[in-house]
Protein backbone atom coordinates (compact mmCIF):
# COMPACT_ATOMS: atom_id res chain seq x y z
CA UNK A 1 0.00 0.00 0.00
CA UNK A 2 3.13 2.57 0.67
CA UNK A 3 3.64 2.34 -2.69
CA UNK A 4 0.25 4.26 -4.02
CA UNK A 5 0.30 7.79 -3.65
CA UNK A 6 -2.55 9.84 -3.88
CA UNK A 7 -2.70 14.27 -3.72
CA UNK A 8 -3.97 15.67 -2.50
CA UNK A 9 -5.66 14.55 0.78
CA UNK A 10 -8.73 17.21 0.50
CA UNK A 11 -10.22 18.84 -2.41
CA UNK A 12 -12.53 21.89 -2.65
CA UNK A 13 -14.08 23.05 -5.69
CA UNK A 14 -15.93 25.98 -6.98
CA UNK A 15 -19.14 25.38 -9.17
CA UNK A 16 -18.14 25.05 -12.96
CA UNK A 17 -14.16 23.98 -12.24
CA UNK A 18 -12.20 20.87 -13.49
CA UNK A 19 -10.23 19.47 -10.57
CA UNK A 20 -7.39 17.03 -10.88
CA UNK A 21 -6.49 14.56 -8.52
CA UNK A 22 -3.51 12.58 -8.93
CA UNK A 23 -2.33 8.89 -8.32
CA UNK A 24 1.25 7.66 -8.57
CA UNK A 25 2.23 3.95 -7.53
CA UNK A 26 5.88 2.59 -8.12
CA UNK A 27 4.62 -0.80 -7.74
CA UNK A 28 5.63 -1.59 -11.31
CA UNK A 29 1.97 -2.40 -11.35
CA UNK A 30 0.39 -2.57 -14.85
CA UNK A 31 -3.18 -1.94 -14.01
CA UNK A 32 -4.69 1.06 -12.16
CA UNK A 33 -8.45 1.87 -11.00
CA UNK A 34 -10.25 5.00 -9.84
CA UNK A 35 -13.25 4.54 -7.49
CA UNK A 36 -15.65 6.63 -6.04
CA UNK A 37 -16.98 6.20 -2.30
CA UNK A 38 -20.14 8.03 -0.62
CA UNK A 39 -20.98 7.79 2.84
CA UNK A 40 -21.82 4.64 4.20
CA UNK A 41 -21.80 3.29 0.33
CA UNK A 42 -19.39 0.41 -1.15
CA UNK A 43 -17.16 1.46 -4.09
CA UNK A 44 -18.25 2.40 -7.91
CA UNK A 45 -15.53 1.99 -10.46
CA UNK A 46 -15.32 5.06 -12.48
CA UNK A 47 -12.11 4.54 -14.96
CA UNK A 48 -9.75 1.56 -15.01
CA UNK A 49 -6.30 1.24 -16.96
CA UNK A 50 -4.89 -1.79 -18.16
CA UNK A 51 -1.79 -0.74 -19.35
CA UNK A 52 -0.32 2.94 -20.49
CA UNK A 53 -2.00 4.63 -23.11
CA UNK A 54 -5.08 2.74 -22.78
CA UNK A 55 -8.40 2.98 -20.41
CA UNK A 56 -12.06 1.98 -20.21
CA UNK A 57 -14.87 3.38 -18.67
CA UNK A 58 -16.48 1.87 -15.95
CA UNK A 59 -19.72 1.82 -14.06
CA UNK A 60 -19.77 5.76 -13.35
CA UNK A 61 -18.06 7.67 -15.71
CA UNK A 62 -20.00 10.47 -16.81
CA UNK A 63 -18.44 13.78 -15.44
CA UNK A 64 -15.22 11.88 -15.34
CA UNK A 65 -12.01 11.64 -17.71
CA UNK A 66 -8.45 9.82 -17.09
CA UNK A 67 -5.16 9.81 -18.80
CA UNK A 68 -2.58 6.80 -18.82
CA UNK A 69 0.25 8.34 -20.50
CA UNK A 70 2.86 6.54 -18.05
CA UNK A 71 2.83 3.22 -15.96
CA UNK A 72 3.52 4.93 -12.62
CA UNK A 73 0.77 8.03 -13.24
CA UNK A 74 -3.40 7.47 -13.55
CA UNK A 75 -4.63 11.27 -12.93
CA UNK A 76 -8.52 11.83 -12.64
CA UNK A 77 -10.39 15.16 -13.65
CA UNK A 78 -13.72 15.64 -11.77
CA UNK A 79 -15.35 17.89 -14.85
CA UNK A 80 -17.84 20.64 -14.38
CA UNK A 81 -20.23 17.93 -16.12
CA UNK A 82 -20.19 15.88 -12.82
CA UNK A 83 -23.36 17.67 -10.87
CA UNK A 84 -22.82 15.79 -7.91
CA UNK A 85 -18.43 15.20 -7.43
CA UNK A 86 -18.25 15.35 -3.48
CA UNK A 87 -17.08 12.10 -2.31
CA UNK A 88 -13.68 10.13 -1.21
CA UNK A 89 -12.12 8.91 -4.43
CA UNK A 90 -9.81 6.04 -4.41
CA UNK A 91 -7.27 5.01 -6.65
CA UNK A 92 -6.22 1.40 -6.92
CA UNK A 93 -2.94 -0.82 -8.63
CA UNK A 94 -2.52 -4.35 -9.23
CA UNK A 95 0.55 -6.62 -11.00
CA UNK A 96 -1.30 -8.95 -13.32
CA UNK A 97 -0.42 -12.65 -12.23
CA UNK A 98 -0.35 -15.31 -14.37
CA UNK A 99 -2.08 -18.99 -13.48
CA UNK A 100 -3.88 -21.56 -14.21
CA UNK A 101 -7.00 -20.06 -13.44
CA UNK A 102 -6.46 -16.93 -15.80
CA UNK A 103 -5.39 -13.83 -14.75
CA UNK A 104 -6.71 -12.43 -11.40
CA UNK A 105 -5.04 -9.86 -9.63
CA UNK A 106 -4.88 -8.13 -6.40
CA UNK A 107 -5.40 -4.58 -5.92
CA UNK A 108 -4.00 -2.17 -3.81
CA UNK A 109 -5.84 1.07 -2.39
CA UNK A 110 -4.04 4.44 -2.32
CA UNK A 111 -4.68 6.87 0.88
CA UNK A 112 -7.91 8.78 -1.34
CA UNK A 113 -8.32 12.21 -1.52
CA UNK A 114 -12.13 13.56 -0.18
CA UNK A 115 -13.35 16.15 -2.95
CA UNK A 116 -15.73 18.45 -1.26
CA UNK A 117 -17.84 21.10 -3.58
CA UNK A 118 -18.40 24.50 -2.04
CA UNK B 1 -22.88 -7.70 -15.28
CA UNK B 2 -21.99 -8.89 -12.08
CA UNK B 3 -23.79 -8.43 -8.96
CA UNK B 4 -22.47 -8.67 -5.37
CA UNK B 5 -24.62 -8.67 -2.56
CA UNK B 6 -23.58 -8.38 1.26
CA UNK B 7 -25.18 -8.76 4.75
CA UNK B 8 -26.15 -7.90 6.88
CA UNK B 9 -25.00 -3.91 6.42
CA UNK B 10 -24.60 -3.67 10.61
CA UNK B 11 -23.18 -5.80 13.07
CA UNK B 12 -22.54 -5.70 16.09
CA UNK B 13 -20.61 -8.33 18.24
CA UNK B 14 -19.04 -8.71 21.90
CA UNK B 15 -15.71 -9.04 22.15
CA UNK B 16 -14.80 -12.23 21.73
CA UNK B 17 -17.86 -13.59 20.01
CA UNK B 18 -17.40 -14.66 16.26
CA UNK B 19 -18.50 -12.68 13.47
CA UNK B 20 -19.34 -13.86 10.29
CA UNK B 21 -20.12 -11.78 7.23
CA UNK B 22 -21.56 -13.19 4.19
CA UNK B 23 -21.51 -12.46 0.27
CA UNK B 24 -23.58 -13.40 -2.69
CA UNK B 25 -22.44 -13.12 -6.22
CA UNK B 26 -23.91 -13.81 -9.55
CA UNK B 27 -21.66 -14.48 -12.49
CA UNK B 28 -20.30 -18.06 -12.11
CA UNK B 29 -17.38 -17.04 -14.13
CA UNK B 30 -15.80 -14.90 -11.34
CA UNK B 31 -12.97 -16.31 -9.78
CA UNK B 32 -11.16 -14.50 -7.05
CA UNK B 33 -13.04 -13.09 -4.03
CA UNK B 34 -11.02 -10.26 -1.91
CA UNK B 35 -11.99 -9.12 1.77
CA UNK B 36 -10.96 -5.57 2.13
CA UNK B 37 -11.33 -4.00 5.99
CA UNK B 38 -11.54 0.15 5.72
CA UNK B 39 -11.05 2.03 9.20
CA UNK B 40 -12.94 5.62 9.28
CA UNK B 41 -11.45 7.71 6.51
CA UNK B 42 -8.88 5.35 5.65
CA UNK B 43 -7.92 3.43 2.59
CA UNK B 44 -9.19 -0.50 2.11
CA UNK B 45 -6.72 -2.78 3.50
CA UNK B 46 -6.69 -6.48 1.73
CA UNK B 47 -7.11 -8.71 4.50
CA UNK B 48 -7.70 -12.30 2.92
CA UNK B 49 -8.52 -13.72 -0.66
CA UNK B 50 -9.56 -16.62 -1.94
CA UNK B 51 -9.37 -18.43 -5.41
CA UNK B 52 -11.97 -20.51 -6.90
CA UNK B 53 -9.93 -23.37 -7.12
CA UNK B 54 -10.26 -23.78 -2.90
CA UNK B 55 -13.49 -23.86 -0.99
CA UNK B 56 -11.59 -22.14 2.62
CA UNK B 57 -8.60 -20.31 3.34
CA UNK B 58 -7.59 -19.46 6.86
CA UNK B 59 -5.18 -16.72 8.66
CA UNK B 60 -4.92 -16.72 12.11
CA UNK B 61 -8.67 -15.51 13.36
CA UNK B 62 -9.53 -14.78 10.02
CA UNK B 63 -11.10 -17.21 7.55
CA UNK B 64 -13.17 -17.42 3.87
CA UNK B 65 -15.52 -19.84 2.29
CA UNK B 66 -16.01 -20.28 -0.71
CA UNK B 67 -18.94 -22.48 -1.84
CA UNK B 68 -19.05 -22.15 -5.72
CA UNK B 69 -22.40 -24.16 -6.45
CA UNK B 70 -24.24 -21.59 -4.55
CA UNK B 71 -22.41 -18.65 -5.56
CA UNK B 72 -21.92 -17.38 -1.92
CA UNK B 73 -18.69 -17.05 0.43
CA UNK B 74 -18.15 -15.63 3.91
CA UNK B 75 -15.78 -13.90 6.31
CA UNK B 76 -15.28 -15.81 9.19
CA UNK B 77 -13.66 -13.89 12.29
CA UNK B 78 -13.06 -15.48 15.74
CA UNK B 79 -11.74 -13.94 18.94
CA UNK B 80 -13.12 -10.92 18.26
CA UNK B 81 -11.43 -7.70 19.39
CA UNK B 82 -12.40 -3.87 19.49
CA UNK B 83 -9.68 -2.72 16.63
CA UNK B 84 -11.49 -5.30 14.28
CA UNK B 85 -14.16 -2.73 14.34
CA UNK B 86 -14.44 -1.48 10.76
CA UNK B 87 -15.82 -1.58 7.53
CA UNK B 88 -15.73 -4.74 5.81
CA UNK B 89 -16.08 -5.10 2.06
CA UNK B 90 -16.10 -8.11 -0.49
CA UNK B 91 -15.35 -8.11 -4.36
CA UNK B 92 -15.86 -10.36 -6.74
CA UNK B 93 -13.99 -10.53 -9.47
CA UNK B 94 -13.64 -12.45 -13.32
CA UNK B 95 -9.86 -11.92 -13.16
CA UNK B 96 -9.02 -11.63 -16.86
CA UNK B 97 -11.26 -8.14 -17.31
CA UNK B 98 -9.52 -7.06 -13.84
CA UNK B 99 -12.99 -5.21 -12.67
CA UNK B 100 -13.99 -5.61 -9.33
CA UNK B 101 -17.49 -5.63 -8.13
CA UNK B 102 -17.47 -4.90 -4.78
CA UNK B 103 -20.48 -5.86 -2.00
CA UNK B 104 -21.82 -2.69 -0.31
CA UNK B 105 -19.78 -3.22 2.95
CA UNK B 106 -20.74 -4.45 6.48
CA UNK B 107 -19.97 -2.28 9.39
CA UNK B 108 -18.71 -4.38 12.43
CA UNK B 109 -18.55 -3.16 15.65
CA UNK B 110 -16.84 -5.19 18.39
CA UNK B 111 -17.74 -4.11 22.02
CA UNK B 112 -15.65 -4.53 24.80
Known amino acids: DGGITQSPKYLFRKEGQNVTLSCEQN?????MYWYRQDPGQGLRLIYY???????QKGDIAEGYSVSREKKESFPLTVTSAQKNPTAFYLC?????????????????FGPGTRLTVL | GENVEQHPSTLSVQEGDSAVIKCTYS??????FPWYKQELGKRPQLIID?????GEKKDQRIAVTLNKTAKHFSLHITETQPEDSAVYFC???????????FGSGTKLNVKP
Open chain 1, 92 to 108: ASSSRRSGRLGNTDTQY
Open chain 1, 27 to 31: LNHDA
Open chain 1, 49 to 55: SQIVNDF
Open chain 2, 27 to 32: DSASNY
Open chain 2, 50 to 54: IRSNV
Open chain 2, 91 to 101: AASIGNFNKFY
